[in-house]
């Protein structure tokens, strides 16, 4: 079955360093990819989503790219905050299924 | 977009009783999903909820534990039977969007803590 596996976590990070989140997948067909986020003490809420190969999603500063060639879709930020800090789980999507999720990763920034 | 309103936000319950969490969406969907979020773990899917017909449950959930109903497009109720203290979680209800592109709007989930 279809599948997506993320880094494990915590990251932890100073703030204004990179960062990369790491995610690939596996899936028959041609998924629609996505990164949610959780801040402490609240539900998910879509950070953003690519939904063919080579297509870029980008919101807040996040950045990821739908690689169909490696089954990737890293999350990426030229520089963190402290507020970044947070849950991020990446996910797939076909059509007439339901989403599949990755186990989440926790990023914690330092001041 | 579709915005989600659970409760309760949290609660604190004994041993051996039933809550149940309650989740209205603003907009009328199809299909709805509770998960559960133990802590420090990923989201694990409960069961998918139907109008109109018995939700559908994933395997290691049954509906004597997680009975759920749908009475119509907009609302469903999760309820966590029995409970024990391996019960503790955030219960999360999530509803597909309308336009069927894949993406999630979640509750704020319903942080659940059994004594």
């Known amino acids: 079955g279809d599948s997506v596996t993320q880094m494990e976590g915590p990251v932890t990070l100073s703030e204004e360093a990179f960062l990369t989140i790491n995610c690939t997948y596996t899936a028959t067909g041609y998924p629609s990819l996505f990164w949610y986020v959780q801040y402490p003490g609240e539900g998910l809420q879509l950070l953003l989503k690519?939904?063919?190969?080579?297509d870029k999603g980008s919101n807040k500063g996040f950045e990821a790219t739908y690689r169909k060639e490696t089954t990737s879709f890293h999350l990426e930020k030229g520089s963190v905050q402290v507020s970044d800090s947070a849950v991020y789980f990446c996910?797939?999507?076909?059509?007439?299924?339901?989403?599949?999720f990755g186990r989440g990763t926790s990023l914690i920034v330092h001041p | 977009s579709a915005v989600i309103s659970q409760k309760p936000s949290r609660d604190i319950c004994q041993r051996g009783t039933s809550l149940t969490i309650q989740c209205q969406v603003d907009s009328q969907v199809t299909m709805m999903f509770w998960y559960r979020q133990q802590p420090g773990q990923s989201l694990t899917l409960i069961a998918t909820a139907n109008q109109g017909s018995e939700a559908t449950y994933e395997s290691g959930f049954v509906i004597d534990k997680f009975p759920i109903s749908r009475p119509n497009l907009t609302f469903s109720t999760l309820t966590v039977s029995n409970m024990s203290p391996e019960d503790s979680s955030i219960y999360l209800c999530s509803v597909i969007s309308p336009t069927n592109t894949g993406e999630l709007f979640f509750g704020e989930g319903s942080r659940l803590t059994v004594l």
């Open positions: 996910a797939l999507f076909k059509r007439s299924y339901i989403p599949t």
């Open positions: 690519a939904t063919k190969a080579d």
